[in-house]
């Protein structure tokens, strides 16, 4: 099973960037995914989840209005749109795949993770 993620970057503050999450080795249409951040020094926090149709998402209190959640199950891929970002977003962003029925924010519910993509927003 792979996770690939990609599209970060350095951004200022207010600007947006789309990340994209490439899962392959799985039954893709059988698994939600969740996009996770960590900061320097700080715990790993969810940000978002998605089910496996796409129907149901799920976000972090302080984000939404923000950050969208997307999947397109024919390429395999989900996608994080992050508008109007602020220097409190710099991360690390993981995206994850877990269990179909369990609507979870808890990272110890997901099995496989992809290794992170950087997102630096500047003030």
């Known amino acids: 099973v792979q996770l690939q993620a990609s599209g970060g970057g350095l951004v200022q503050a207010g600007g947006s960037l789309r990340l994209s999450c490439a899962v392959s080795?799985?039954?893709?249409?059988?698994?939600?995914i969740a996009w996770f951040r960590q900061a320097p020094g700080k715990e790993r926090t969810f940000v978002a989840r998605?089910?496996?149709?796409?129907?149901?998402?799920i976000y972090a209190d302080s984000l939404k209005g923000r950050f969208t959640i997307s999947r397109d199950n024919a390429k395999n891929a989900v996608y994080l749109q992050m508008n109007d970002l602020k220097p409190e977003d710099t991360a690390m962003y993981y995206c994850?795949?877990?269990?179909?029925?369990?609507?979870?924010?808890?990272?110890?519910?997901?099995?496989?993770w992809g290794q992170g993509t950087q997102v630096t927003v500047s003030s």
């Open positions: 080795g799985l039954t893709f249409g059988n698994s939600a």
């Open positions: 994850a795949a877990g269990p179909p029925a369990l609507a979870t924010a808890a990272a110890s519910s997901y099995e496989y």
């Open positions: 998605i089910s496996p149709a796409g129907g149901l998402t």
